[in-house]
């Protein structure tokens, strides 16, 4: 299974990004799929993630309302919608699928057994 992630990119604060997540090797049906986002100097942090379904969401208290996860069965790819950017938004943001994640470790790295190669995003004040 390989996931590669796209989209980032240089925007100015209040912007918008859309990051793309496309995944081979197997379907993104049925799985746990996320975003976690690591910025200089600090550790990986807990972004979005998409239960099972895109219908069953969570969300980081950094971005809730701003961002949004969602799927596309038929490209094979998960998008993070980022709205109303900030520079405190600026990381590398990972894609991550889940096999065996349960509803309870959706915001922990260790829940996720495939991961991406990462994206930047830098958002200018």
């Known amino acids: 299974v390989q996931l590669q992630a796209s989209g980032g990119g240089l925007v100015q604060t209040g912007g918008s990004l859309r990051l793309s997540c496309a995944a081979s090797g197997r379907t993104i049906s049925n799985v746990a799929l996320a975003w976690f986002r690591q910025a200089p100097g600090k550790e990986r942090e807990f972004v979005a993630a998409a239960f099972r379904s895109a219908t069953v969401t969570f969300y980081g208290n950094s971005v809730k309302g701003r961002f949004t996860i969602s799927r596309d069965s038929a490209k094979n790819t998960v998008y993070l919608q980022m709205n109303s950017l900030k520079p405190e938004d600026t990381a590398v943001y990972f894609c991550?699928?889940?096999?065996?994640?349960?509803?309870?470790?959706?915001?922990?790295?260790?829940?996720?057994?495939?991961w991406g190669q990462g994206t930047q995003v830098t958002v200018s004040s």
């Open positions: 991550a699928l889940g096999e065996r994640t349960i509803l309870s470790t959706v915001r922990q790295e260790s829940a996720y057994n495939y």
